[in-house]
């Protein structure tokens, strides 16, 4: 595609309930970030990925938040037993190479629990 | 974490006016990216500044460097309503791919 794509673009969830989110980067970019955004603040990291593998999962805030990329193209973002304050705009990004290179950002995924 | 600090929190000007915005971090740098949001989504690259430059042009856009005061500005000349949204500043420090911003300006541009 033209650019990242991230599915859905909104999910409403329930207290506990398990959640995926989806990322399609650009294709042939082989880095992969996530980032959280909570309202009023910049975007956090969570994790990276560098085809296959999560070079940095650092970011991840418990054992509750996991991410794949089986393939180095598509990636999830799994969260478990979420809670309200996983409220958030879940965004996504990708790049062609680390380094002195810009990301480009999905529309991101904006997470409410209830 | 966040390292990187804007200056103002928020800002509005009229249109046609220029808009100055500065953001200040704490560690070394490989680079410092300015990027813009519109209604808290998708963020979009707007320029990039490698340590070693202290100043780049695009469009009406210019942003500087100072790595000895550890602060960066970027301007926007002949301000347009469309230039209201959210602008970032990110570093990318010594692991070289993680970004890490700072809670951004809010500009809005008056018509």
């Known amino acids: 595609g033209a650019g990242v794509s991230q599915t859905p673009s909104n999910k409403v969830t329930e207290k506990g309930k398990y959640v995926e989110l989806r990322c399609d980067p650009i294709?042939?970019?082989?880095?992969l970030y996530w980032y959280r955004q909570s309202l009023g603040q910049g975007p956090e990291f969570l994790i990276y990925?560098?085809?296959?593998?999560?070079?940095?999962d650092s970011g991840l805030p418990n054992d509750r938040f996991f991410a794949v990329r089986p393939e180095g193209s598509v990636s999830t973002l799994k969260i478990q037993r979420t809670e309200r304050g996983d409220s958030a705009v879940y965004l996504c990004?990708?790049?062609?190479?680390?380094?002195?290179?810009?990301?480009?950002f999905g529309q991101g995924t904006r997470l409410t629990v209830v | 974490s966040q390292q990187g600090e804007e200056d103002p929190q928020a800002l509005s000007i009229q249109e046609g006016e220029n808009a100055t915005m500065n953001c200040s971090y704490k560690?070394?740098?490989?680079?410092l990216q300015w990027y813009r949001q519109n209604s808290g989504r998708g963020l979009v690259h707007l320029i990039l500044?490698?340590?070693?430059?202290r100043e780049k042009h695009s469009g009406r856009l210019r942003v500087t460097l100072d790595t000895s005061k550890k602060s960066s500005s970027l301007l926007i000349t002949a301000s347009r309503a469309a230039d209201t949204a959210s602008y970032f500043c990110?570093?990318?420090?010594?692991?070289?791919?993680?970004?890490?911003f700072g809670k951004g300006t809010l500009l809005t541009v008056n018509p």
């Open positions: 294709s042939g970019h082989t880095a």
């Open positions: 500044i490698r340590s070693n430059e």
């Open positions: 990925f560098q085809g296959t593998g999560a070079a940095d």
């Open positions: 990110a570093t990318n420090g010594g692991s070289n791919y993680k970004l890490t």
């Open positions: 560690t070394s740098i490989n680079n």
């Open positions: 990004a990708s790049s062609p190479q680390t380094g002195n290179t810009e990301a480009f």
